[in-house]
Structure formats: structure tokens, C-alpha cells
């Protein structure tokens, strides 16, 4: 066990006198002796251990229930407990007496053939089992009595103190009170810069590790302890951090490792540091035969090995992913949290940060870095720079989203280490819930053969689930009221008591008292609470009891970094209550029970359903006009006002929870007022939950987070739905999307509205894609430049020729900025705007939403002429009156406009005034991001939305320049 | 078209002179430095501009810290050539000297427009601040083209720090850095000093040129009839001065700025979204035109009997970046057919009577006045949101603005600027001016600066000035000079004497 002390000392304990062990149901007349003997018989002539050791050590006779199915009479059964001196031979003997076949013999000398048998709790991993045995939950405190252990002189490993102690000497202590403090965990966030090769994205293969920028930072500290960065050759110095510099890369890569196991921190953070950083960096040192440096762990010589993962999670969705083994070491990454956790446009570091931090970051591209490698020791410095930032991100981001407290909080009520909730689905959690409560009541879990892929769960068919109440689409100008069900999955199943442990099978139906039973809405029986609590619904009530406890702990705890832990503590008390269910339906996790989910479905479906018929029968004139998985939306009638709503949907809410069992509880929380429903889980409303002021303007399945989709759209939704809610002005609504279409047509939206981007995965696509075309296209332009696989490719669509598809016009936004290349704007109207505007006015406008496409504001359409390329190498380019457009020879203006010179001047005056005041703010803005005024700015950040508007200012800016110029200048 | 040669002594003066006036050798030249090249090019980056900056001031900084400071000293006292060496010294005590930047969450930014809900697609620049920028959160550095430093201004008087200590000055500070926060703490600031001043020829009897800014032609509110009472009063025709300055005397008339009011930007608000992208229509075309027209008329009267320097300010028809340039003569099309009138660009120098004039419009110090606390600057009652400083304290900016040697230290960061390339930043004061003024102040304020004769301390005996140039004292007469608009007052300085007197001409009944 890797821990610390409380001041901070890093402890290395190491547990003696534990062994592993699981269950077999006994064979009658065979005994516990014989059997020990007969599997290590097999062990031996197998060859999977040489002859003179002995992997069964002891088996035993035990009296235990199997946790699935309720049997009639409850009766206990006999189970061999076998335990096994290695636990890495678990799986080989578990597997030859799940086979069957294995000769023993019995007391009569007679040697019987085992038929095959189910095993229990052998795929239990030793460390829990370890951990539930000592009743140790992961990041807790534990006490090692005085005069029970021993130091050790001679170390194995890096930490500070190394302790033999015996397994039952242990003192685990529940991290409640006293130990509610959490341990300073050391943490090491890190960044690396490699030269690329112009074009390609770096390979370790080839491209050199130029710097690594690290960040040491104890949790629950206000300051870092070290900035340090290693740069490949001379860096100029940079205030507050240590350059270290090195001419060769193979002593870079060693010095590296070097300061890892100096600092020894408990976690390694960053972004993308599991699927980048971390393989680049093990690569190129295997590549450049650095044999000292994947010795990152904590153990000495234990060198870190990495393999390359699929993990499936039904909610984590498949990803190819790596896998390391770093003793002692927890590996945080910041981008595989949070793209488990939020739903973004994006996820580049640059976003992620915006969005968190409310701060855009310089990105420097990396065809740039090599350059800048290149150059002297200021041009590398300036890459340090960049890239230090890029390590203090990572451990901002972890504070900011309060990561690794809530982490820390679920891995103590889950009661698993820290690195699985990193590494694993959300399955584990449950399983050591259940075996944990198993365990104090002597149920046992039996093994499932697993037919999904590896990992930590797998997304089994998911059940129809809650039937939805079919919406009522429209506009509603009335307060909805919105009942909810409180944890309504959890609270159904500890209200009909479903459980493993409760489950009656078909056969024993029979045999039981009918008011013993109760059966589901989807068929399955299950015992009464009366006869016999099941395991989930304990498991449930202890959880959602703790919660209320957090909760109101909460309220009465002064200290910010207390309140941040007990928050994140029923923050992971409510996810784990949650998980259940989920559990339960996973139909490749490790127990999973249709007749359960499908059970707590059918009720809640039920549920709603009912408390559809319950309003419209208590309230005249009240209809449900739609109803979600566990919410029901109910219009009272017309012409109630807000107030009367809500007191209405209070008192129903309080009378309707009476008609069902325990503890399902109907809650009023909140009145949509006014409501716009579009479709299934698409709706928009003003959320009130007082009558003073709404809450917030709340959005659900529309288009504003689409990643794919341009901003222009995001802002027309956005603006529209402000118009609709917060205005109520339908008509301005449609006004202002008449002007965006027109000005669409006009082309006088900015083109970073309208950029869209994609990521680069494979360049074997089948189907044509716009952005695999273009970065295609990007390549043959400027090979140096060019997208490469990962990279996200910007694009608009632009013109082409006649009959050209979408695919192939796409083009690089600043490639069009300074060609004035005309974009697509049908495209645009057609196949962007369209669709989700249909969508939003539908239910308002019935069938004259067509009306926002056509008429008067379509009819002016501008063409631009593109500067370069096409029928533009043929003309020659006339100057044009500023007035009128004729053609003229000098100047502004032609004779004719002359006299209304001073109007005509101060309206290009004007827009060149705007276009100045822009340039400005762009520019400066973004010298301040960068932190440095003497440099010209770099930044390739394409996700910042002034990154297009800040060339496309320059670029205007200009012309307008050119413009007022023509009148004349006379100083 | 007006020509930048100094007017010949005997003068463009009108034969219908009611008085007999006195005649000044006026030289605009200087003021060439701020007019921009024909072909205009935004495409260098602001770095340009603060790269310059320190190019041309880091010399004077560092040669007159050494004064202060002493030479460096081994073990002592130590010069840091670059800021990133600070870093890898011990905590000895140093000097650096670089460009200063204020990191201010408050600064007016266009990222922070985009989380303002607005009913605009993409959001309009922001305006001028409404309010201070100083919060606690606020980080202070020093900068050179090397790298940036963390300041830790603990040590220093919280009053001096905020108001020395303004983006884009380049200073010497010198203290040590922190180890433990790599910051540098300040115990001592260094500014350049003043810059050169050409001496001041004698005078044989009393000259004035009078400054006057926001006539503001056209203001809803405008008081007429004060304008029209000026305009006599610089035609001679409004009679004696009782307080002996007969406006005979007077050789110069600067107009520093805002000839016409701020127009309300009517594409704003959320009825604009629809309006916006149409033509303008037919009153608000005159409501642009008109008062231009009658600048136009006031500056032709005026003109023909004074030569008249027009600024264009803030709120007038020119371009928006700073230096703004003169007036566009379509706009001004009858007094710009007489010579007399000069269109000048703002900032403007020139030289009348070998007296050395400069000034602004008043944007620098504005802003500049921002970059204090709330208590140091005052909402204006009349221009609502509007923070602008009393007048003791755009003295003490302006003397600030000398010492350091420049005038426009916010651009580009917080005051637009045009984005210089050239490698010279024409803000930068290569020499001090006998008259430094800021137009459009909300009250008048003025003060004579001496600078004694400084002896350099390591040749004590030598009579030379610190810049070798010019020995003796330097002295310059710094204005606050008010909003005609709102004040009614203009203001008379003395050329001979550097006197400054007030006149005001509200109708006051």
C-alpha cells in the first residue's frame, strides 16, 4: 500500500499474512483435504507450477448463501472457502473446477470426476477483497498500532518510509469526523513539446523530445512546490521557474525520469497525457535505448510498461486507450476526465480552459515548434513558456472542477483505490458496493462467464426505457409546472424491494405465500421487505442516508476546503446510487438481472403513467403535456398565473406521492414559464423556481452545444430562443432571422460564424468527406502546414464551380478570408440554418414556417469577386465611384458625386471608424492572452472565437483604409 | 491646401482686422511626426509598438537610474541586462529596467463581450470603460523583449505604485527577486526624467496663444451664444481684456478637439439589430452634416483674423486610432481655403515663437486616469459614465507623462493606437515642450514645472546637464484645459512670460 502521513511522508506498507480465496459449492463426500490436493495434482501435470509448490493452502468448509434468488425456506447452503498462497493463480484454479472433470478422491478411495461447477467471487480482485476484508475504502486513514510493525532498512521502493506489517494488525479507519481529511497527494502535471517534421504530426519514432514543462503541486496547497521546465538545448532563463537544459536528448529523457522519482509524486497529471505524452516519451526512449527511463514507478527497478486498451463502458462509450503500470503512481488525466464528465464543443485544451477558466490560451502550432526549436535560445524560451502553461492548465482545471476531491470522495464511499475510478467504468463501484455488503451478511456473489470484450463493463441492449408521455408540441405561453421523481430508479427499487437476494424464481412460485410476493409490472416476483431485506435496497438506503447526512454537514461546515470535500462526497453518494440500476441492466457487467432493470423500468413507467391520470383527475382543466423518464410537465389550464402554479404543483405533488410505496417521492421543483416543447427531449423554457425572477434560460437537445455545427447557428438559436422566452416577441423573433438570412444572402456575416471543423482521424475515408478533401487539398498547397491525423481541420463551404459537390468546396477559413473567395451562402441557409430554425418556430408557427425562407428579405443577393484565381486573372480591376459605381479613373468620386463629397467621406469615414475600433480590441486582446506585449502574437488557436475576426479585421481594416484614402490626403 | 512651412512673419492676416495684431513666426512641422504615411498598412502587430518604445527609451531610463541608484556595485548592487537574468541571481539587489504592464481584469475586453448576452451575432468592441480598472486581482509587470516579471509591490507606497506604475511606461525599478514566489519586489522606482528642452529665447513683449477644446457645435444642450462670444473676443472686437491681455496678443488659436458633439451610436440597443445594415436615413445624414457646417463657420471668421490650429478629438468626424488625423477638407470646405487655418493632427506640436507647444485632445490622460481607484476620479454628472479626473490630477498625469517621456503611455493597450512598425513610437518625447496641455478636461488646472539643474553625481564637477544637451533648469507650463461645452472657459498662455490665465464666456444671466 502506497500512502502518506499526514504531515506529508510518503509510507510504503507492505502487508504480510493475506491470501486470497473464493468459494465452491461442496460435492457431497468429498473432502476439504482431498480436494486441495486433487487441484494441485492438476497444477503440477499441467506444468502451470513447477512441482514443488503449493498453490491451495487450505480449504475449508463454510456455511453461506448465494446472493441470487430467494428460495423458499431461506435455507443456508455449504460452500468450500479455498485459499490460495499466490493470488495470480486464482483464475487457473477457478477455471479447472469450472471445467469440470477434475479427478478427486474421495474418502473410500474411490476418485471421482468433478462435474463442472460455478465458482463464486473468484473474479474479485485480491485487492478488494483485501480491502473489504481489513474493511479499508479507498483514500481513507488507517492506523499501524505502535510495536505491530517493523521498518524496513533495506528499501524496495522510493517512498520515504517502508513498513512490514501484518494483515490483521491493520486499523482502518471510516473517513468520517477526524478522518475526514483528506492526505496533501503529491501531483506532477507535465507537458511535452516535440519537433515535428514540417507536416506530419510528431512520431517517436522520428521527431525528437525538445521539451518537458512540469509542475509540482501538493493538493489542497495554495502555491506549486516547483516549476521546472527541461528544455533540449540552451534556454533563456524565465522568471519563476528552473530551465534545466540538456545538449543531448538521451540525457533530457533520463534527467526527466531522474526528477519523476525525486519528487515521487502519489499522481501524474495532464491533458492527453495517457494517449500522448506518456507513450511518446516511453517510445522514444525505448527508441533511443534510454534504459533508465521508464523506471517512473515507485518501486525500484520496476520499470513502467504500457499496453494499448479498448475500453467499453456504456457510459464512457468505447475508446482505444493505454494502459500503464506505474507502481504507486495514480494517473490523472484532465482531457479523459472531462470527456467523461462534460459534454463540450470541444475538447482541445484551448476550449476546455475557456470554458472552465474563462480563459483563452495562446496555441501555437506545431509546424511553428520546430522553428522555434531551431532558432536561439529566446525563440526557445518562448516555446517554454508555452509550454509550461500547458502543464499549469491541467492542475487549474483539476481545482477548478474540484476533480480530485470528488474523486477522492467517490473512491472512500465506493470504497475502491483512486487509479480504478480513473482506469475502470462506472461497474466497479457496484461491485464493491455489493461485495462489501455481501460480506457482512455471508451472501456470495457467483462468477459470470464473460462473453464481452475486456474492460470494466460493456453496453448491454438498453431497455425500453421510461416511456415517455408522447408531447403535446407547442408554444406555451401558461407556467408548466414540472413534477420529479427524487432518485426515482433508486427509490423504485427500494420500494418494491428488488434485489438479487429477493428474486423468485418461476419454479418456487409455487411454494410461496401469494401476500409474501410481489410482482412487477414486467413480470418478475420478488419477496416483501417482511420476508427478507434485499441487499440493493440496504446498499440504497445506506447510501441515500449518507447523502442527507453530507448534505447537511454541508450547511454547518465553515471551511472552503472541507465544504469542497463533503459536496464531492454527496456528489459521489448520489452518482453511486444511480449506478445501481444501471448495474443491474449491464447485460456484460459482472451480475447482470434483466428481471430487475427490466422491473424497475416497467414501474417507473408505470409510475408516470399514473401520475398522469392522478393530475388530470384531481385538477379540472389540467393536462400532462409531456412526460420524460422521471419528470412529468403539467399545464394547470389557462390563464394561471405563475404563483397559482406553483402552489398548485406543490400540493400535487405532496398528494400524489401518498398513492406510491416508499420512498418514491414526487417533488415540485420548478415552473417553465413561458415553454417552448419541439420534440422528445427537446424543449426550452424560463425556469422559475420563485416568483420574483427566473432561474435560467434552460435548454435542453438543441442545437446550441452541436459540435458540429457553425457558431452562426448556435447564435441565431440562441437569440431566437432569447427573443421567444425572455421576450415574448415572436414577431422580433422572426425579424431578426429574416435579417440573419438576408444578411447571410449579403454576405455580411463574419466568416467566423461560419467556420465548422472537424477532426482528422483516418485519411481513408470512405465516404468524401469536406475536411478530409480539404486537408487533402491543405496538403498539396503547403505540405509544411498541413492538418495532420488528430488535428481539427476548419473549414467553410465555399461557391465552386457549377455542380460541384459540397465535399469538395470546402475551404481553409483564412485561405478565403484574404481571397475573398465567395462562400456558399445557400449552403449555409439550406443545410445549416434550416433544419434546427424549423425545428425551434414549428410549434409556434404551425405551417407558415416556411415563410422565414422566402420573400422580400431573400431577394437581394451580393456576389463577391474573388481576388485571385478563376475568371479574376482575366479582368482588370477598375476603380469605381465610392458614390455611385461608375466607373472612374482616379480618386473617389465622378464628377457627378462631387458635391456630396463631405456625405460621401464620412460614410466610409465611418465604417473605417468601426473597422479601427475592432482592429484594436482584437489585437490587443490577444497580445494580453499571450502574456508578453514585446512579441508578435502566434497563436493558432482556432477555437478562440476572435481568431478569424481578428485577420478578417485586419484584412477589412485595410480596404476600408484604401477607401478613405481616395478622397485625398493633404498633409 | 495649407502648408506646413512656417508662416512668413508678416502674416496671412486679413486687411478687415478690427485691431491691429501682433504677428508670431508659427512653425507646425513637429506636428509631421504624427501624420501617418499615405498607404496606410494594420497589418503589424502592437509588439511593434512597445518594442520601440523600449528601443528609444531604454537608455535614458537606465543612464538616469544610475544616477539615482549609483553604479552597480559588486555584491551590492547589480545591473540586470535582460529581466530573465533576475532569475538566475541570488537575492541581490538590482535594477532592471523594461516596459511596465497592469494585468486588469477590468479592462474593457472583446472576449468578455462574447459572454454578454446580446441580441448581435458577433459582438461590438467595447466601449470606454465605465469604470476603473484596478480590482485586488490585479498583476503588475515589468516587461523587456526578453521576457516578463511578476512585480511584488509590498514594499512601495500603494499611491506611488498605482500611479507610476501604468502600463506601457518604461521605467527602472530596482529591489530583488523572491525565490519563493518569483516575483520581483520592489523597494525603489527610476523614471527617464525629462527630456531635453531647446532654451527659451526672450521675449520682447506679451504674446498669447489661446486653447480651447469641445465647442461642440450642434450639442443638443450647447450654450450659442458662448461660442459666438468667443468668437469675438478672438476678433478683437469684444474690447479691452480687463486683466491687461488684449486679445491682440493673442497669436494663435489651438481648438484641441470635439468641434462637434459624440454622436450617439444609434446602431446600438436591441431595436438596432434591426436596423442595422440599412442605409442612413436622410436626418441622420444631416444631423452628421450640420455641425460640421458650423465649425466650418466658426473657424473661416476666426481665421480670418488668427491663425487657427484645428485638433480633431474623440468625438469628431476622423479616424479613430490615435494619432487621429487632421480634419479631411471636404468637411471643413470654406475655412480650409484660408491659409490661416491649420487642420493638425491629435496629438499636436508645434513652435510659435521658438516656444515649444504640444498637446492632446485629452484621450491619454483620460485613460490613463482610469488605471486609479475609483476616490481619484469622478463620475461626470453630465456625460453619463463617463470618468474623468479633477484637474489637479491631470496635472499630476501630464508631469508624469514629461518625467517619463511619453505622452501616450496606454497605447495600444488600452487607448487604440495605430500599430506602428517603423521602429519609432512617435509618443515617446524626444525633447520637453514648453507648453504640454490635454484638451476636454472637465476643469481647468494648470502648473509651472521646474526641473532644477540636476548634477550628475559621478562628475560633480562638470556643469553638464544629464543629457548632455541643454545645461540649466527646465521649465514647462502644463494645462488642463477644460470643455469649452460645459465650462465656457478657454485658456490664454503666455508665451513670454509662461503665465496661463483663464477667460470664460458662459451667459451666465
Same mark, same amino acid.
Given at each position: ?317 468505447? $475508446?482505444?486507450? $493505454? ?11 484532465? &482531457? ?58 491541467? /492542475? ?280 417552448? #416543447? ?74 467566423? &460564424?461560419?467556420? /465548422? ?164 480590441? &482584437? ?49 | 491646401? $495649407? ?56 537608455? $535614458?531610463? #537606465? ?96 499611491? /506611488? ?11 527602472? &525599478? ?336
Amino acid at each position: 500500500m502506497f500512502g502518506l502521513t499526514e504531515g506529508g511522508s510518503s509510507v510504503l506498507v507492505r502487508v504480510h499474512h493475506f491470501y486470497h480465496y473464493f468459494y465452491l459449492p461442496v460435492t457431497d463426500g468429498i473432502q476439504p483435504e482431498a480436494l486441495a490436493e486433487a487441484i494441485n495434482r492438476r497444477l503440477w501435470n499441467d506444468k502451470t507450477v513447477p512441482r514443488d509448490r503449493t498453490v491451495v493452502t487450505n480449504v475449508e468448509i463454510t456455511t453461506k448463501r448465494s446472493i441470487m434468488y430467494f428460495i423458499p425456506g431461506d435455507p443456508e447452503v455449504k460452500f468450500y472457502k479455498i485459499t490460495l498462497l499466490n493470488p495470480r493463480h486464482t483464475k487457473d484454479v477457478a477455471r479447472i473446477l469450472q471445467r469440470g472433470g477434475l479427478s478427486v478422491k474421495k474418502p473410500n478411495d474411490v476418485t471421482a470426476k468433478l462435474p463442472e461447477l460455478p465458482t463464486f467471487e473468484s473474479t474479485l480482485d485480491y485487492l478488494l477483497r483485501f480491502m473489504i476484508e481489513v474493511g479499508l475504502v479507498g483514500c481513507s486513514w488507517l492506523t499501524l498500532p505502535a510495536g505491530k510493525y517493523t521498518i524496513t532498512e533495506h528499501k524496495k521502493s522510493l517512498l520515504q518510509v517502508e513498513i512490514d506489517v501484518h494483515a490483521n494488525d491493520i486499523i482502518a479507519h471510516n473517513p468520517e469526523g477526524k478522518w475526514l481529511r483528506t492526505a496533501p497527494l503529491r501531483r506532477l502535471s507535465f507537458d511535452i513539446e516535440c519537433a515535428g517534421r514540417k507536416g506530419i504530426f510528431p512520431e517517436p519514432e522520428h521527431d525528437k523530445v525538445i521539451q518537458i514543462a512540469n509542475y509540482v503541486w501538493d493538493h489542497g496547497h495554495k502555491k506549486p512546490i516547483a516549476q521546472v521546465v527541461f528544455t533540449l538545448k540552451s534556454c533563456a532563463a524565465i522568471v519563476g521557474a528552473d530551465v534545466v537544459s540538456y545538449e543531448n536528448e538521451e540525457e533530457l529523457l533520463s534527467a526527466w525520469a531522474r526528477f519523476v522519482r525525486l519528487t515521487d509524486p502519489d499522481i501524474l497529471t495532464g491533458y492527453n497525457i495517457v494517449n500522448f505524452d506518456l507513450p511518446y516519451l516511453l517510445d522514444r526512449a525505448a527508441q533511443l535505448k534510454v534504459a533508465d527511463f521508464p523506471l517512473l514507478g515507485r518501486m525500484i527497478g520496476q520499470p513502467t510498461t504500457m499496453r494499448k486498451t479498448r475500453m467499453s463502458s456504456s457510459a464512457f462509450g468505447t $475508446h482505444e486507450s $493505454h494502459a500503464f503500470s506505474m507502481h504507486g503512481r495514480v494517473i490523472f488525466d484532465m &482531457l479523459q476526465l472531462i470527456t467523461r464528465e462534460y459534454k463540450l464543443r470541444s475538447y482541445s485544451l484551448n476550449s476546455v480552459s475557456a470554458e472552465f477558466l474563462g480563459q483563452q490560451k495562446e496555441d501555437v502550432h506545431y509546424s511553428i515548434i520546430g522553428d522555434l526549436q531551431r532558432g536561439d535560445e529566446q525563440t526557445r524560451r518562448r516555446l517554454a513558456v508555452y509550454c509550461l502553461k500547458d502543464a499549469l492548465l491541467p /492542475v487549474r482545471l483539476m481545482d477548478k472542477l474540484m476533480s480530485l476531491t470528488n474523486y477522492m470522495e467517490m473512491a472512500r464511499v465506493t470504497g475502491i483505490p483512486l487509479g480504478w475510478l480513473v482506469s475502470r467504468g462506472h461497474m466497479i463501484k457496484v461491485v464493491s458496493l455489493l461485495h462489501r455488503k455481501s460480506h457482512l451478511v455471508d451472501l456470495l456473489i457467483p462468477d459470470i462467464k464473460r462473453s464481452g470484450p475486456e474492460g470494466g463493463g460493456g453496453d448491454g441492449p438498453q431497455f425500453e426505457g421510461a416511456t415517455v408521455i408522447k408531447p403535446e408540441k407547442g408554444y406555451y405561453k401558461d407556467p408548466i409546472a414540472t413534477l420529479d421523481f427524487a432518485s426515482l430508479y433508486p427509490s423504485i427499487i427500494m420500494a418494491h424491494n428488488l434485489c438479487y437476494s429477493t428474486l423468485v424464481r418461476p419454479v418456487h412460485l409455487a411454494h410461496m405465500k401469494p401476500e409474501d410476493l410481489s410482482k412487477s409490472p414486467s413480470g418478475a416476483s420478488f419477496v416483501k421487505r417482511s420476508v427478507k431485506k434485499g441487499i440493493l435496497t440496504k446498499i440504497l438506503e445506506e447510501l441515500l442516508a449518507a447523502r442527507k447526512q453530507a448534505k447537511k454537514d454541508l450547511k454547518a461546515a465553515k471551511d472552503p476546503f472541507l465544504q469542497s470535500v463533503l459536496n464531492g462526497r454527496q456528489l459521489a453518494l448520489k452518482i453511486s446510487a444511480n449506478a445501481v440500476y444501471g448495474f443491474t441492466g449491464a447485460s456484460v457487467g459482472k451480475l447482470p438481472c434483466m428481471d430487475i432493470s427490466a422491473s424497475t423500468t416497467a414501474y417507473g413507467r408505470q409510475m408516470i403513467d399514473n401520475t398522469r391520470l392522478e393530475v388530470e383527475k384531481r385538477y379540472k382543466g389540467a393536462t400532462v403535456i409531456y412526460g420524460d423518464t422521471d419528470s412529468v410537465m403539467i399545464k394547470f389550464g389557462n390563464g394561471k398565473s405563475l404563483e397559482e402554479c406553483m402552489r398548485l404543483g406543490e400540493e400535487a405533488a405532496e398528494a400524489i406521492s401518498s398513492i406510491f410505496p416508499k420512498p418514491v417521492k414526487l417533488e415540485f421543483e420548478k415552473c417553465y414559464y413561458p415553454y417552448l #416543447l419541439i420534440s422528445k427531449k427537446r424543449y426550452a423554457g424560463l425556469l422559475w423556481t420563485n416568483t420574483e425572477k427566473y432561474d435560467k434560460m434552460d435548454c435542453k437537445g438543441i442545437e446550441a452545444v452541436r459540435r458540429d455545427n457553425c457558431r452562426l447557428v448556435a447564435n441565431v438559436i440562441s437569440s431566437v430562443l432569447e427573443f421567444l422566452l425572455k421576450k415574448r416577441d415572436l414577431q422580433q423573433a422572426i425579424s431578426m432571422v429574416k435579417k440573419v438570412i438576408s444578411d447571410l444572402l449579403q454576405n455580411k456575416i463574419d466568416v467566423s &460564424l461560419l467556420v /465548422v471543423s472537424k477532426s482528422l482521424t483516418k485519411t481513408d475515408y470512405e465516404n468524401k468527406q469536406a475536411h478530409v478533401v480539404l486537408a487533402e487539398k491543405l496538403r498539396k498547397r503547403d505540405p509544411g502546414t498541413a492538418p495532420a491525423i488528430g488535428d481539427r481541420v476548419p473549414y467553410v463551404i465555399t461557391k465552386g464551380r457549377k455542380n460541384e459537390p459540397a465535399y469538395s468546396r470546402a475551404e481553409d477559413p483564412l485561405y478565403v478570408l484574404e481571397r475573398n473567395i465567395p462562400i456558399d451562402n445557400n449552403y449555409y441557409l439550406e443545410n445549416m440554418l434550416r433544419k434546427p430554425l424549423e425545428r425551434i418556430f414549428e410549434p409556434v408557427m404551425k405551417s407558415s414556417v416556411n415563410s422565414l425562407f422566402v420573400g422580400e428579405h431573400t431577394r437581394t443577393i451580393s456576389v463577391v469577386t474573388p481576388k485571385k484565381g478563376g475568371m479574376a486573372k482575366y479582368t482588370k480591376v477598375r476603380l469605381k465611384c465610392l458614390g455611385c459605381k461608375a466607373p472612374i479613373n482616379e480618386g473617389a468620386l465622378c464628377a457627378y458625386c462631387v458635391p456630396k463629397e463631405a456625405e460621401h467621406y464620412t460614410k466610409n469615414l465611418n465604417t473605417m471608424v468601426k473597422l479601427e475600433k475592432a482592429y484594436s480590441s &482584437l489585437w490587443t486582446e490577444c497580445q494580453r492572452c499571450m502574456g508578453d506585449i514585446c512579441h508578435d502574437v502566434l497563436c493558432s488557436n482556432g477555437d478562440c472565437p476572435i481568431f478569424y475576426r481578428r485577420r478578417k479585421a485586419q484584412i477589412d481594416l485595410n480596404a476600408a483604409s484604401e477607401k478613405v484614402s481616395r478622397f485625398g490626403l493633404d498633409w | 491646401m $495649407h502648408s506646413l512651412e512656417p508662416t512668413p512673419p508678416n502674416g496671412n492676416g486679413q486687411e478687415s482686422h478690427p485691431t491691429v495684431r501682433v504677428v508670431s513666426e508659427i512653425d507646425l512641422s513637429p506636428a509631421k511626426r504624427f501624420i501617418l504615411p499615405k498607404k496606410k498598412k494594420y497589418e503589424p502587430q502592437y509588439a511593434h509598438v512597445y518594442f520601440s518604445r523600449l528601443k528609444s527609451l531604454t537608455a $535614458h531610463v #537606465l543612464k538616469s537610474a544610475k544616477l539615482t541608484f549609483g553604479e552597480g556595485e559588486e555584491g551590492k548592487l547589480q545591473y540586470s541586462k535582460r529581466i530573465a537574468d533576475i532569475a538566475s541571481k541570488d537575492e541581490m539587489e538590482t535594477v532592471v529596467v523594461g516596459v511596465i504592464f497592469r494585468h486588469m481584469k477590468s479592462k474593457p475586453s472583446i472576449l468578455a463581450q462574447y459572454d454578454v448576452p446580446s441580441h448581435e451575432l458577433i459582438p461590438a468592441p467595447p466601449d470606454r470603460a465605465t469604470c476603473t480598472y484596478p480590482r485586488d486581482d490585479d498583476e503588475v509587470f515589468i516587461e523587456d523583449e526578453y521576457g516578463r516579471c511578476a512585480l511584488d509591490l509590498s514594499q512601495l507606497d500603494s499611491a /506611488v505604485a498605482t500611479l507610476s506604475l501604468v502600463t506601457g511606461f518604461v521605467l527602472a &525599478l530596482k529591489g530583488h527577486e523572491d525565490r519563493r514566489t518569483g516575483s520581483f519586489k520592489v523597494n525603489a522606482i527610476s523614471y527617464a526624467g525629462q527630456a531635453p528642452q531647446k532654451s527659451l529665447p526672450e521675449l520682447p513683449g506679451d504674446k498669447f496663444i489661446c486653447i480651447t477644446s469641445a465647442l461642440s457645435f450642434g450639442k443638443a444642450d450647447g450654450d450659442v451664444l458662448a461660442a459666438e462670444l468667443l468668437m469675438e473676443f478672438l476678433r478683437g472686437s469684444a474690447g479691452e481684456d480687463p486683466e491687461g491681455s488684449t486679445c491682440a496678443n493673442i497669436v494663435q488659436l489651438i481648438v484641441a478637439g470635439n468641434s462637434v458633439p459624440q454622436l450617439e451610436d444609434t446602431e446600438s440597443g436591441p431595436s438596432a439589430v434591426l436596423a442595422a445594415h440599412r442605409p442612413l436615413k436622410s436626418g441622420e445624414k444631416e444631423r452628421v452634416a450640420a455641425p460640421i457646417v458650423e465649425v466650418d463657420r466658426f473657424l473661416s471668421v476666426i481665421a480670418s483674423s488668427l491663425p487657427v490650429a484645428v485638433m480633431p478629438g474623440e468625438a469628431d468626424p476622423v479616424n479613430y486610432l490615435l494619432p487621429q488625423q487632421p480634419f479631411h477638407r471636404c468637411l471643413l470646405p470654406s475655412s480650409s481655403r484660408n491659409e490661416n487655418l491649420a487642420r493638425v493632427p491629435n496629438p499636436f506640436e508645434c513652435s510659435v515663437d521658438k516656444r515649444v507647444i504640444l498637446g492632446t485632445s485629452g484621450q491619454p490622460v483620460t485613460d490613463f486616469a482610469l488605471y486609479e481607484d475609483q476616490s481619484s476620479v469622478m463620475k461626470d454628472g453630465k456625460e453619463a459614465g463617463k470618468l474623468r479626473p479633477s484637474g489637479e490630477k491631470v496635472l499630476d498625469i501630464l508631469t508624469l507623462m514629461l518625467q517619463n517621456r511619453h505622452l501616450a503611455p496606454t497605447c495600444p493597450d488600452t487607448l487604440a493606437s495605430f500599430p506602428f512598425s517603423d521602429g519609432s513610437d512617435p509618443f515617446v518625447l524626444e525633447s520637453t515642450p514648453h507648453v504640454f496641455f490635454a484638451g476636454n478636461q472637465r476643469e481647468y488646472a494648470s502648473r509651472l514645472v521646474r526641473t532644477p539643474h540636476v548634477q550628475t553625481q559621478a562628475s560633480s564637477g562638470s556643469s553638464m546637464d544629464i543629457d548632455g544637451v541643454q545645461g540649466g533648469e527646465k521649465t514647462v507650463r502644463i494645462v488642463s484645459v477644460p470643455r469649452f461645452d460645459e465650462t465656457g472657459q478657454v485658456v490664454l498662455v503666455n508665451l513670454r512670460t509662461l503665465d496661463c490665465i483663464v477667460r470664460e464666456f458662459a451667459l451666465t444671466m
